[in-house]
């Protein structure tokens, strides 16, 4: 339940008529190009993960405001190149998972997810229970760019591309049958969200990153479709942010209409915000509010909790939460669970370079604040392993181990193509006490748009007093890496394979500690 939640059920104590109101972003995470539906009295969410894998995140919501990790659409980034296995010298940064979409087909009840990799081919994903395993349907040899899938009766559209519009009709087997173009717009858009409601069809598409327009056709389909402003350039709320855009639209099972899209909260990524809106008596739909996403809302539905991401993971297996994603697909050879709990990294790469090194666990930063700390086995580390905990983006640093020292790198970059650029320099080493075999490293990240941006470093050597190290890190908030800044725990190797850390914990709590 959020802060501001919390306070309005206080207030409700003494005031029977008090309703609870929300306040964007309703999940201060970095989950953009977001694609929402219901099924029943649940909601379901998808977003974009670029190159981290596992893929395309699936949350869930009993009233679209408190939302949980449940799994994700694409187990692992099986898209014909070794680059998403940092194989063979190369890095996948910025490729991937975007713009996406997942729906629920009742046809045959079940969840599908549809998003085109490297602009080229299309990649079709199933799963029973969207909380479970999901496997690859198929592949259709063109890119859907920015798509949105409608399941209609039995059939299946599919709007994409920008500012020319087009809905692909797909077999029963998801292979292509027909693609239309549908709009040509004078001005650019993409984003597109294809929904049918009261026998009208709409495609949502925005003007980024501030106005959202609709597409409307009463006809069909495949159109001919009008098209008119749904909101231009809302308010966030949030200071310093973007508008919110390239949403996607959902009802409440008592027939009210929400808006879920996204604001840009650089450095911390793009947040989901949320608002009412209604149609009009032609079917139009805009937003009720020009600054539906500025107020506290009521919320849609009665608040139903969610379990927290906040507290403590001691990584007690047999799989990791569906909260965490590697930097790419991960060596699975490379990690495991300790009996007794925590997460096993055995160095996986040979490289002085982070953005290379294999198996770097990342979690999404909480904002406004949040601190994150690690426990960390360093026994079993060899000569020129280095481990750690990260502020992950194409601009890092971190907090390591190394040859029995607590190091802070700092200004680690990828360049052109998103390759490594700087390995960064050291900044401070400070020689660990003898003996020593656990260290807690600690980081506290601001990533409000209008705030300091700055990540704090420091580590402790018995978990409860804690020594800054070096000076903060000021986090860059252009958007060109589009992920925002992650978290990210790693062990790699200098010298020689063989050496292993565990995760004793990861701790993750809002504010500084
Ligand atoms: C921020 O990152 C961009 C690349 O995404 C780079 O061009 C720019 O110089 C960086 N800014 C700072 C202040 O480091």
């Known amino acids: 339940m959020r802060f501001s939640s919390v306070l309005a059920a206080l207030s409700a104590v003494g005031s029977a008529l008090a309703q609870q109101t929300y306040t964007n972003p309703v999940l201060w995470y970095d989950l953009a190009d977001l694609d929402v539906f ?3 009295n649940q909601y379901y969410y998808s977003a974009s993960t670029m190159s981290f894998s596992p893929g395309a995140p699936v949350l869930r919501s009993g009233d679209l405001v408190n939302w949980e990790f449940i799994g994700h659409s694409v187990p692992r980034l099986d898209f014909h190149d070794t680059a998403y296995d940092l194989a063979d010298n190369k890095q996948a940064y910025v490729r991937g998972i975007w713009a996406s979409s997942m729906q629920y087909r009742e046809y045959d009840d079940t969840f599908y997810w549809i998003g085109c990799v490297d602009f080229k081919t299309t990649y079709i994903y199933k799963a029973k229970d969207p909380a479970g395993d999901w496997s690859k349907v198929g592949e259709i040899g063109t890119c859907y760019y920015d798509c949105g899938m409608l399941f209609d009766g039995q059939s299946i559209y599919v709007a994409y591309g920008n500012t020319k519009i087009s809905v692909a009709q797909l077999n029963n087997d998801f292979t292509q049958k027909s693609t239309t173009q549908v709009y040509s717009s004078s001005f650019y858009i993409e984003g597109s969200h294809m929904k049918k409601i009261n026998n009208k069809y709409y495609i949502f598409v925005t003007q980024p990153a501030s106005n959202e327009y609709v597409l409307k056709s009463d006809s069909g389909p495949l159109g001919p479709y009008e098209i008119k402003i749904f909101t231009k350039a809302p308010a966030s709320g949030i200071q310093g942010s973007g508008n919110p855009h390239q949403g996607s639209v959902v009802d409440t099972p008592k027939g009210d209409w929400y808006y879920l899209s996204f604001i840009d909260a650089y450095p911390g990524g793009r947040s989901p915000a949320l608002a009412p809106f209604v149609f009009d008596a032609q079917g139009w739909p805009s937003l009720k509010q020009a600054n539906g996403f500025a107020i506290a809302n009521p919320y849609p539905v009665p608040p139903v909790p969610v379990k927290s991401t906040t507290g403590t993971d001691s990584f007690t297996g047999p799989k990791l939460g569906p909260q965490w994603e590697w930097n790419h697909n991960p060596d699975t050879t490379s990690f495991s669970f300790a009996s007794g709990g925590g997460l096993m990294l055995k160095t996986s790469s040979v490289t002085k370079d982070l953005y290379h090194a294999k198996n770097t666990l990342t979690h999404r930063i909480l904002g406004p604040d949040s601190t994150a700390t690690i426990a960390l086995d360093i026994s079993r580390m060899s000569a020129g392993d280095q481990a750690g905990l990260a502020l992950f983006r194409d601009n890092s640093a971190y907090i390591a181990i190394h040859n029995n020292a607590i190091i802070l790198q700092r200004d680690l970059t990828l360049g052109a193509n998103w390759n490594t650029l700087s390995l960064g320099r ?45 000076t903060p890190y000021t986090m860059n908030t252009t958007y060109y890496f589009f992920i925002g800044y992650r978290f990210g725990i790693f062990n790699f190797a200098e010298e020689k394979l063989g050496g292993s850390v565990t995760v004793k914990s990861f701790d993750l709590a809002l504010g500084s500690k």
């Open 426 to 470: 050291t900044e401070t080493s400070v020689s660990l006490p003898q003996g020593t075999k656990t260290v807690w490293l600690r980081l506290h990240a601001d990533i409000k748009p209008a705030g300091s941006h700055q990540g704090v470093f420091s580590w402790s050597a018995d978990g409860k007093t804690f020594k800054t190290l070096g």
């Open 38 to 40: 219901r099924k029943g």
